[in-house]
């Protein structure tokens, strides 16, 4: 089935720094989204970003599906970007529609 | 839209009885979603519809768990008879387009 990595697994910044998170992903997807987690469970939607490039403020996502990944870029960490990030693909697999959730990032933005 | 509305927020019972979990999604979607997070196995996908019809329940885990969706605007998700492995984070999710909202989550306790 499709695979989903997500590095790295934790992650420590200072205020005001700039961060990289990574999702691969095994197989050929055609939908690929990010989400935050934030400290009281709530799963917020980021992107929707199958592929190419999208922006919204301090963050912006990459897809590069011919090369299954995606990037997340958080710029001048605030300490409300504290929480867990997810990437989530879906794709077919065995003849099923497949929704996989990665495994996270958890990002602590310190004061 | 209110978003995706899930009740109870939280629930606690006991070993053997019979809990439902409930949720409205938001209005116009056609998919909906049902996901499991704990901290050993992360967010699982159980089940999910396409216009009220079922069409992946590949992870829900046992017979004990059912899953139903009358109409466009309600669904439940049942477990009978419960067991404290079954205590979890269970969110429900519904989308359009490809792009996913989440409901804030059923805190469920098996004592």
């Known amino acids: 089935g499709i695979q989903v990595e997500q590095s790295p697994p934790d992650l420590i910044l200072q205020e005001g720094a700039n961060s990289t998170l990574r999702c691969n992903f095994s197989?050929?997807?055609?939908?690929l989204q990010w989400f935050h987690q934030n400290p009281w469970g709530q799963l917020i939607n980021l992107f929707y970003i199958p592929s190419g490039t999208k922006q919204n403020g301090r963050l912006s996502a990459t897809t590069v599906a011919t090369e299954r990944y995606s990037l997340l870029y958080i710029s001048s960490s605030q300490t409300t970007d504290s929480g867990v990030y997810f990437c989530?693909?879906?794709?077919?697999?065995?003849?099923?529609?497949?929704?996989?959730f990665g495994t996270g990032t958890r990002l602590k933005v310190l004061a | 839209d209110a978003g995706v509305i899930q009740s109870p927020r939280h629930e606690v019972t006991e070993m053997g009885q019979e809990v439902t979990l409930r949720c409205k999604p938001i209005s116009g979607h056609d998919y909906l979603f049902w996901y499991r997070q704990t901290m050993m196995r992360g967010l699982e996908l159980l089940i999910y519809?396409?216009?009220?019809?079922?069409?992946?329940d590949s992870g829900m885990p046992e017979d004990r768990f059912s899953a139903k969706m009358p109409n466009a605007s309600f669904s439940t998700l049942k477990i009978q008879p419960s067991e404290p492995r079954d205590s979890a984070v269970y969110f429900c999710a519904s989308s359009l387009g490809g792009v996913a909202f989440f409901g804030q989550g059923t805190r469920l306790t098996v004592v």
């Open positions: 197989d050929s997807v055609n939908n």
């Open positions: 989530a693909v879906g794709g077919w697999s065995s003849g099923t529609y497949k929704y996989i």
């Open positions: 519809f396409n216009n009220n019809v079922p069409i992946d």
